[in-house]
Structures are given as C-alpha cells and as structure tokens.
C-alpha cells in the first residue's frame, strides 16, 4: 500500500507568515510523530500522537508550533510567524502500535526554506 | 533530559574493515534502541533494533550490543561495502513508550 505522504514537498516562505504541513500516514497506524531535520543535523523530536491519548508536545521549540491530528488519520503542523531558523525539512512518521512494538516508516519530508 | 549522543559524527573506511558507531542515552527506563539508515536524499529506514532484555542481536553483517548498565549500544558493520555509505542514526524510546530521541547522525563514507 502507500506509504506515508507529505505536502507541500518544498515551501518557500517569507518570515513572518504562517506556514501549514500535512502529513497523510499509513492507513491503520495508531502513532504519528513530527521530527525536524536541520541541513546536515539529526532528527529533532517535535512532537508525537498515540491513538486518542493525549500528543507529547515536549518537543515544540516554542508556541508558535502547534500539531494537530484528526483521529488517526491527516496531521497538520502549522509554524506562525516563521522565523529564518525555522528553515529545516519536517519530516512525518507513522508507526502501526508506536516505536516500542513496530517501526517508525518515514515520509520524504517537507523542505521548509524561510527568506 | 532526554538525550541521546551519537560519536563519531563522520566515519571514514576502506572497503571490507568494520565501522563501529556508538550511542549513549540518559533515562535508564529506556527499553529500545532501533537504528535507522538514511541514504542521501532518501528517508530514514529501520535496520536493525534491539530491546533491553537482550545484550546483543545480529542481521548478516550488522550487529548491535546493548550494555544497560552503562547506557550505551553499539552498532557495527562488518565487511563493509560502498552501498552501506549513508548516515545512521540510534535512538531510544523514552517514558517507556513510543517517544523516539534520535541521536546526532554518523555519517559513513566507504571508500573502495
């Protein structure tokens, strides 16, 4: 089937506006999680969906991040105000039960560049 | 906190040695360690994992140790080849679910 999917795959904005990503994971995968990728850095933990439990948000860098998940299904992650350090790939992953008992399946990212 | 460090950031061999990367994590509740390769301008994909009831676990010629005492693991290439360049990343669940921290990254080069 098809795997995890990310839109827009690359977007230029200009600082101050507010940016929105989607992430459409695997049909039937329960967890959600949202990493950012800085050029040449690791994955940075954003934040992270289970089921209809409560997200772990410990990972936003500030409040203006913000995630959200409708069931478990889409997720939009939306950056206001975009500052130039926000310029990163966000990259999307979608586990069937979560990290402990099945594998994180990424999608391609979104390359986020803020002029 | 939660963190997980990653050495080396760069790693350079010649075709056929081994290459050992080694990660270290701070919440001793942590109970998985999964590996991810990302080739160039690919996504992270899973290789290889291990769980904390288990000091070492081997898939052809990659293998990870685990040492919960001290806590850190292990993965390690044996025979490399040129395909296996790519940059690995470890990591480590933490509240005892499914939070995932990644490590910084190595970046491998084999050279052949």
């Known amino acids: 089937g098809a795997g995890v999917s990310q839109s827009p795959s690359n977007k230029v904005t200009e600082k101050g506006k507010d940016v929105e990503l989607r992430c459409d994971p695997i049909?039937?995968?329960?967890?959600l999680y949202w990493y950012r990728q800085r050029l040449g850095q690791g994955l940075e933990f954003l934040i992270y969906?289970?089921?209809?439990?409560?997200?772990?948000k410990s990972g936003l860098p500030s409040d203006r991040f913000s995630a959200e998940r409708t069931g478990e299904s889409v997720s939009t992650l939306t950056i206001q105000r975009t500052q130039q350090e926000d310029s990163a790939v966000y990259l999307c992953?979608?586990?069937?039960?979560?990290?402990?008992?099945?594998?994180?399946?990424f999608g391609n990212g979104t390359r986020l560049t803020v002029t | 906190g939660e963190n997980v460090e990653q050495h080396p950031s760069t790693l350079s061999v010649q075709e056929g040695d081994s290459a050992v990367i080694k990660c270290t994590y701070s919440d001793s509740a942590s109970n998985y360690f999964p590996w991810y390769k990302q080739e160039l301008g690919k996504r992270p994909q899973l290789i290889i994992d291990?769980?904390?009831?288990?000091g070492e676990k081997k898939d052809q010629r990659i293998a990870v140790t685990l040492n919960k005492t001290a806590k850190h693991f292990s993965l390690h290439i044996t025979e490399t080849q040129p395909e296996d360049s790519a940059v690995y990343f470890c990591?480590?669940?933490?509240?005892?679910?499914?939070?995932?921290?990644f490590g910084q990254g190595t970046e491998l080069s084999v050279k052949p």
């Open positions: 992953a979608s586990s069937l039960k979560g990290a402990f008992n099945s594998p994180l399946h």
């Open positions: 969906f289970q089921g209809n439990s409560a997200p772990d």
């Open positions: 990591a480590a669940n933490y509240n005892q679910g499914g939070k995932l921290i």
């Open positions: 291990i769980r904390s009831n288990v």
């Open positions: 049909s039937g995968h329960t967890a």
